[in-house]
Nanobody, 124 residues
Framework: QVQLVESGGGLVQTGGSLRLSCSAPGIIFSINVMGWFRQAPGKEREFVAY????????NYADAVKGRFTVSRDNAKNTVYLQMNSLKPEDTAVYYC?????????????????WGQGTQVTVSS
């Protein structure tokens, strides 16, 4: 069973930064793709970013491209989401996801493992 634990959410002003972390004790090296989704109140869950096992392959949603950076440290069993230039529309619960397949997916149904979510609130 894969357990994903997010941390790092919080309240920040527009233009500020936050870094989310997601730990997967003991198994992150074996997981090929890890990523992040988010869900705002009253909206569908949406893709944010994913990263391959080597870290060489990344993909971002257009809404966050140039502002967010996904990275991973397999030695620490952790994946990160650095969020800069935050906007009120980035307010959502952010979920860490993982899948065993080699290639990534921008669809929520493509991920079998989900964290519990961490709240990010950006005030205007």
């Amino acid at each position: 069973q894969v357990q994903l634990v997010e941390s790092g959410g919080g309240l920040v002003q527009t233009g500020g930064s936050l870094r989310l972390s997601c730990s997967a004790p003991g198994i992150i090296f074996s997981i090929n793709v890890m990523g992040w989704f988010r869900q705002a109140p009253g909206k569908e869950r949406e893709f944010v970013a994913y990263i391959s096992r080597s870290g060489g392959g990344t993909n971002y949603a257009d809404a966050v491209k140039g502002r967010f950076t996904v990275s991973r440290d397999n030695a620490k069993n952790t994946v990160y989401l650095q969020m800069n230039s935050l906007k009120p529309e980035d307010t959502a619960v952010y979920y860490c996801v993982a899948r065993w397949l080699v290639y990534g997916s921008t669809s929520a149904s493509g991920y079998g493992y989900w964290g519990q979510g961490t709240q990010v609130t950006v005030s205007s």
